[in-house]
């Protein structure tokens, strides 16, 4: 049996599906097999992964349509490795990938997975930043892996991470229960019982946000989808860290962080000219945080503004500098 299975759930995205299955043939590690199920897409995709002839690819197809988390899981069940990783579809490896992480889960028998630092590429394959968590490798308890991926969301994303089988089955695989944030669930869960490492060279590409995927088409223009979600994680995992004098202050800069990740995601809709929606998120914010009106003053303003111009809203979201200059009184005003 392979030492590693790379899972691949695909549904549509043939356009990437070679690109995706070339950088797992281009790994310097080459004791795995990769193993795809397709969630029965409507494009090419049957043909794409026909065109490679790679005795260790194993090509799957469903029935019928079982949904994201179903198929993802089914990508598991199918793995005969002693490790697993999940690699979607329009994401991809970089050669060292598969390399340095089985190094690292062979040094410490007790670890439960890795994950690394990547680069995020847009819908053309061009880096628009590199993601990093630090500049050197670590290996984490479950309180400090879990500590460091709850205030500022997630940053082990699933093409940067491989999990030992047996921790993603102890885990409980991704839970059904949720529907954007099934990765950061498992990883935070899977992470409290056997820890987690970092590996600081990127190991990953990830394609974020383009028209095309589930989360653009989701929690971008609901945002609290997602923060509903996140509140669930939170309420389930900060009961079972320990207790300390930094407890208090840690929940508090977790629910803080949930907060900022919302404002943030509510401001894109702004910039999409969704003025509606804009006004309603950050009227739910608001019934979450009773601080919100003090801590958002910018977004407060802009909130007020959007009740009698949509043009006026966007007017001062545009010349922000120039705004708050003047809200202060300062002499740089124009």
């Not at 997602?226 to 009961?239: N, Y």
Request: charged share 25%.
């Amino acid at each position: 049996m392979p030492k590693v299975s790379v899972c691949v759930p695909s549904y549509n995205y043939a356009h990437y599906l070679g690109s995706c299955i070339k950088s797992v043939l281009d790994q310097t590690y080459e004791d795995w097999e990769l193993v795809i199920v397709d969630n029965r897409s409507s494009d090419n995709t049957v043909e794409v992964v026909r065109s490679f002839s790679d005795a260790r690819i194993r090509f799957h197809q469903n029935d019928t349509n079982i949904g994201l988390v179903k198929n993802w899981n089914r990508c598991v069940s199918l793995a005969t490795g002693d490790y697993v990783s999940i690699l979607p579809a329009d994401d991809a490896y970089l050669p060292r990938m598969l390399e340095r992480s089985v190094a690292m889960l062979d040094e410490d028998p007790k670890l439960g997975f890795t994950y690394s630092s990547y680069h995020v590429i847009d819908e053309e394959g061009r880096v628009s930043e590199t993601k990093h968590q630090g500049n050197r490798d670590r290996i984490m308890n479950g309180e400090a892996a879990v500590r460091s991926n709850l205030i500022y969301a997630n940053f082990a994303i699933p093409v940067t991470v491989v999990m030992r089988r047996e921790c993603f089955h102890a885990a409980g695989g991704f839970d059904g229960a949720y529907r954007i944030i099934i990765d950061w669930v498992l990883y935070v869960r899977a992470a409290l019982r056997s820890g987690a490492g970092y590996i600081a060279e990127p190991l990953a590409v990830h394609r974020f946000q383009h028209p095309a995927s589930v989360s653009a088409q989701t929690f971008l223009r609901r945002p609290r989808l997602i923060t509903e979600e996140e509140r669930r994680l939170l309420d389930e995992i900060l009961p079972l860290l320990p207790t300390d004098s930094n407890s208090r202050e840690f929940r508090r800069l977790a629910y803080r962080g949930m907060i900022d990740r919302h404002v943030l995601r509510t401001h894109g809709l702004l910039a999409r000219g969704d003025i509606k929606g804009f006004r309603s998120e950050l009227a739910y914010a608001m019934a979450l945080d009773d601080t919100f009106p003090f801590r958002y003053r910018k977004m407060m303003a802009l909130w007020f503004a959007s009740l009698f111009s949509p043009r006026l809203v966007k007017r001062l979201d545009a010349v922000e500098d120039e705004f708050w200059a003047s809200f202060r009184g300062s002499s740089t005003e124009p």
